[in-house]
């Protein structure tokens, strides 16, 4: 890694479903913890949540691990809390900031944290849903707390003031954790850091990218030439006769 990536302070987590580069990322020491959804389990096959989830806590079980809950009733969603906190210590349960009606879920947010619950609370776009949270969680209780600054920007939006104006608003928590999700580039990980975050998710594609950092800028420009000529003479494109 370059120098740049040596001086952050800000956590990289893994952001997957895939058990062996789970387990391979944590071997390397890449990354400082792991978080998973529902999207991410379909795309990677998983068939049986519970196996899957401590198939990966066997190994990984001294970095945080965040596992989502799928009702969409917030007393089956409590009931999937307790259960998936039970799976290991170092599991963040995952509350989306609604369900599927749009309707806030900082009350069981407020219960589960008050228990001691370690929560992850995930799908927050809004400064709204940051204020909302940040009452509901327990200062003396670790949290995350997941803005989606990927998708905020998707929508043609800076998402920079709005995780500047996140970090304020949980500065009075000291174990509340920043957290930017679903990043787009390598350089978020820096407008992370500079936003007082104390965690990006990042997943394999972005994970692999890593290696760019603070790489000269002439040799790239010289190996992206070099690869427009050899896509260009592979394919037998030709101008001139």
Same mark, same amino acid.
């Given at each position: 890694?370059?120098?740049?990536? =040596?001086?952050?302070?800000?956590?990289?987590?893994?952001?997957?479903?895939?058990?062996? =580069?789970?387990?391979?990322?944590?071997?390397?020491?890449?990354?400082?913890?792991?978080?998973?959804?529902?999207?991410?389990?379909?795309?990677?096959?998983?068939?049986?949540?519970?196996?899957?989830?401590?198939?990966?806590? &066997?190994?990984?079980?001294?970095?945080?691990?965040?596992?989502?809950?799928?009702?969409?009733?917030?007393?089956?969603?409590?009931?999937?809390?307790?259960?998936?906190?039970?799976?290991?210590?170092? *599991?963040?349960?995952?509350?989306?900031?609604?369900?599927?009606?749009?309707?806030? &879920?900082?009350?069981?947010?407020?219960?589960?944290?008050?228990?001691?619950?370690?929560?992850?609370?995930?799908?927050?776009?809004?400064?709204?849903? *940051?204020?909302? *949270?940040?009452?509901?969680?327990?200062?003396?209780?670790?949290?995350?707390?997941?803005?989606?600054?990927?998708?905020?920007?998707?929508?043609?939006?800076?998402?920079?003031?709005?995780?500047?104006? &996140?970090?304020?608003?949980? &500065?009075?928590?000291?174990?509340?954790?920043?957290?930017?999700?679903?990043?787009?580039?390598?350089?978020?990980?820096?407008?992370?850091?500079?936003?007082?975050?104390?965690?990006?998710? *990042?997943?394999?594609?972005?994970?692999?990218?890593?290696?760019?950092?603070?790489?000269?800028?002439? =040799?790239?420009?010289?190996?992206?030439?070099?690869?427009?000529?050899?896509?260009?003479?592979?394919?037998?494109?030709?101008?001139? =006769?």
């Amino acid at each position: 890694m370059g120098n740049s990536l =040596d001086k952050l302070k800000i956590k990289i987590f893994a952001d997957g479903a895939n058990v062996k =580069d789970m387990i391979k990322l944590y071997r390397d020491g890449l990354v400082k913890g792991f978080t998973t959804n529902p999207t991410l389990m379909k795309k990677d096959g998983v068939q049986n949540y519970e196996a899957f989830a401590k198939e990966v806590l &066997s190994v990984i079980k001294d970095l945080p691990i965040s596992f989502e809950v799928f009702s969409d009733d917030f007393d089956l969603m409590e009931k999937e809390a307790r259960k998936i906190q039970s799976w290991g210590n170092n *599991v963040n349960v995952k509350i989306p900031i609604t369900n599927t009606k749009g309707e806030l &879920s900082t009350g069981l947010i407020k219960k589960l944290s008050a228990d001691g619950m370690q929560l992850n609370i995930t799908a927050i776009l809004t400064l709204e849903q *940051v204020e909302a *949270v940040a009452q509901a969680i327990s200062p003396e209780v670790k949290s995350i707390v997941s803005v989606f600054a990927g998708r905020i920007a998707d929508t043609g939006r800076d998402p920079i003031p709005y995780m500047k104006k &996140s970090y304020e608003i949980l &500065s009075d928590l000291p174990n509340a954790e920043l957290l930017w999700a679903s990043p787009r580039e390598l350089l978020n990980i820096f407008h992370a850091e500079d936003c007082g975050c104390k965690i990006i998710t *990042v997943t394999n594609d972005l994970l692999k990218k890593l290696s760019m950092v603070d790489r000269n800028l002439k =040799d790239l420009s010289l190996d992206t030439v070099k690869m427009f000529a050899n896509d260009a003479a592979t394919a037998g494109y030709r101008i001139l =006769d």
